[in-house]
């Protein structure tokens, strides 16, 4: 009993001691990102852009290239799909303001999973514990072993990062073998609280006078992903309640464009999906001046 009693006391320091002291290095990155990010957008009084989603976003798109060529700063809030759908609408919601334009390029599992899940607990657990309150004291324990772990394994990634918030100049691939498989969904589309919070930020939105767009991520293809019922029912919801911006299929890119997941593209990726949205922003004003006529 008394060695039992020895190691419960020690398990109960070590996660105390994490818990108030530890900092982790995924999270300290995340942080970095997210302070350059919203620097850029502060910059100006002018209205801006922003695009808005996990990693994908920050492989995705060159923000300073958009930039250039629209003439409206644009702003890369690509930061980590394991902060969850109602963490990276907060942090669009802390940057926009009336006259601006916010593109969602949500990856699939936003919607399903928690709103906020596992490295939305740890930003809190780092830099805003009073937000902790979002989550049970059951999941606060599932989340503190959960990145207990993924921080062990944890392998920092540098590229170089544009002054607007994107990655730039990943070149080649890295692509684990392993990692070469398709995406698992859900049997079906369905509500959660993920597509709750979609629906009352867009509301918000609309309210203040921000546009915004929604669009899919850049992905691997895979051949199942074109008989998705997941997919297809997500493609419906989102076409009857949002302004959409192409379709799954539009974005779904060869291994080649593939940098190390199968939502992070490289250089090659990166220009095409950026050369794509240029496209489509152009076509989206072109609609909006025909409406005004």
Not at 40 to 63: C, I
Request: proline share 2%.
């Amino acid at each position: 009993m008394i060695y039992l009693g020895i190691i419960l006391l020690c398990i109960i320091l070590a996660s105390t001691g994490y818990f108030f002291g530890y900092r982790s290095k995924g999270l300290m990155r995340i942080k970095y990102l997210l302070d350059v990010k919203a620097r850029f957008a502060k910059e100006s009084e002018d209205a801006k852009r922003l695009l808005v989603g996990g990693s994908d976003v920050l492989y995705s798109f060159d923000t300073d290239a958009i930039s250039a060529k629209t003439k409206m700063r644009t702003v890369n809030f690509g930061l980590n799909v394991g902060l969850g759908m109602g963490f990276l609408l907060d942090v669009a919601r802390k940057h926009a303001k009336p006259g601006d334009e916010i593109v969602l390029c949500l990856a699939y599992s936003l919607y399903f999973k928690p709103s906020y899940d596992i490295f939305a607990y740890e930003y809190y657990r780092m830099f805003q514990k009073r937000e902790l309150r979002k989550f049970s004291l059951k999941q606060q324990a599932y989340y503190l072993l959960g990145n207990l772990k993924l921080n062990l394994e944890y392998k920092q990634k540098q590229f170089d990062l544009a002054k607007s918030g994107a990655y730039i100049h990943v070149q080649g691939s890295d692509f684990a073998e392993q990692k070469n498989k398709p995406l698992v969904f859900p049997d079906a589309f369905g509500s959660t609280a993920a597509t709750k919070d979609l629906e009352r930020f867009c509301e918000e939105c609309a309210t203040n006078d921000i546009k915004v767009y929604v669009t899919y991520p850049s992905t691997l293809y895979f051949e199942e992903y074109k008989t998705s019922t997941y997919i297809w029912q997500l493609r419906d919801y989102l076409l009857a309640n949002y302004d959409v911006i192409g379709e799954p299929w539009d974005y779904m890119v060869p291994r080649e464009q593939i940098f190390n997941s199968v939502y992070h593209v490289n250089e090659q990726g990166q220009a095409q999906r950026t050369e794509r949205l240029l496209e489509e922003i152009e076509e989206q004003e072109e609609r909006s001046d025909a409406r005004a006529l």
